[in-house]
């Protein structure tokens, strides 16, 4: 069975870091893309990150370019979000999704997600 | 900065049909942008229903049908049912990496 399971999330103050993992199992991992997503409290998803198979490739939303950073160890079957310089707004659910097998553009499988609240 | 456009409710009676549309800002929706649509109950994570536009996920009853409606890209559901009260969000690929959701339809069955 494709599982994704997410871990990491908390309370961080306003400026601080925090570091979210995604475990993978039942799929070859380094086959895939995978994808954050995240949903504030209230509101709608949002597109966040997404890292190629190889982790030679990754694109961000504005929204959170150069305050975080997607990684993955293949080695593992683990993904990574590094958020840095969090701000309120980025206080949410974090999802990450696995990437369809490629030329679909879409997320075929979704973990049950992980909280952020960013606050002092 | 792309704004991906949806109805933010919509009303449905059981068993009738009902036609969601997702649409750009700056250009029309294309099978270009693979669309894909995703269900969510609150609480849950999303469910993927729609891929390239029209193909259904695997397990997804076919009473969900997607395609190019105009301008824009759509989600119809024929026959609806209490459980498929839930939020609907597209999902576009805007190109170089890229995507954008959008805001997402609150769907009421009543």
């Known amino acids: 069975e494709v599982q994704l399971v997410e871990s990491g999330g908390g309370l961080v103050q306003p400026g601080g870091s925090l570091r979210l993992s995604c475990a993978a199992s039942g799929f070859t991992f380094n086959s895939f893309a995978m994808t954050w997503v995240r949903q504030a409290p209230g509101k709608g998803l949002e597109w966040v990150s997404v890292i190629s198979g190889s982790g030679g490739n990754t694109y961000y939303a504005d929204s959170v370019k150069g305050r975080f950073t997607i990684s993955r160890d293949n080695s593992k079957n683990t993904l990574y979000l590094q958020m840095n310089s969090l701000r309120a707004e980025d206080t949410a659910v974090y999802y990450c999704?696995?990437?369809?097998?490629?030329?679909?553009?879409?997320?075929?499988?979704w973990g049950k997600g992980t909280t952020v609240t960013v606050s002092s | 900065q792309t704004v991906v456009t949806q109805e933010p409710s919509f009303s449905v009676s059981p068993g009738g049909t009902v036609t969601l549309t997702c649409g750009l800002s700056s250009e029309s929706v294309s099978t270009s942008h693979y669309p894909s649509w995703y269900q969510q109950t609150p609480g849950q994570a999303p469910r993927t229903l729609i891929y390239r536009t029209n193909i259904r996920s695997s397990g997804v009853p076919d009473r969900f049908s997607g395609s190019i409606l105009g301008n824009k890209v759509a989600l119809t559901i024929t026959g609806a049912q209490a459980d498929d009260e839930s939020d609907y969000y597209c999902?576009?690929?805007?190109?170089?990496?890229?995507?954008?959701f959008g805001g997402g339809t609150k769907l009421t069955v009543l």
């Open positions: 999902l576009i690929y805007m190109g170089s990496g890229i995507w954008v």
């Open positions: 999704a696995k990437r369809d097998v490629g030329g679909q553009y879409y997320m075929d499988v």
